[in-house]
C-alpha cells in the first residue's frame, strides 16, 4: 500500500476535500461583497478604511474555511 491509498483511507481526508470545495464559493461571496463595498465606498473611504476593508476580507476568507471545518465535523456518535 502507498502512501496516498493510506492517506485516502483516513476519515479526515474526505472532510478536507468538503472544506476546501466550500471554500470555492465562500470565497467568491466574500470577493464580491469586497468589491461591491469597494465600489460603493470608493470616494466616501480613505486609504485607511480602503486598507481595513482589504483586511476584513482577508480575515473571512481565514475564518471561512476554519468555521467550515468545524460544521462538517457531524454529530457526535453519542
Known amino acids: 500500500m502507498n502512501a496516498i491509498q493510506i492517506l485516502a483511507m ?30 460603493w465606498g470608493a470616494r466616501a473611504l480613505d486609504a485607511n478604511g480602503r486598507y481595513l476593508l482589504a483586511c476584513s476580507a482577508l480575515t473571512a476568507m481565514a475564518i471561512a474555511p476554519a468555521v467550515t471545518w468545524i460544521l462538517l465535523r457531524g454529530p457526535s456518535p453519542e
Open 10 to 39: 483516513q476519515p479526515w481526508v474526505g472532510r478536507l476535500g468538503m472544506t476546501l470545495l466550500h471554500f470555492l464559493w465562500q470565497g467568491a461571496i466574500v470577493a464580491a461583497i469586497y468589491a461591491a463595498a469597494r465600489r
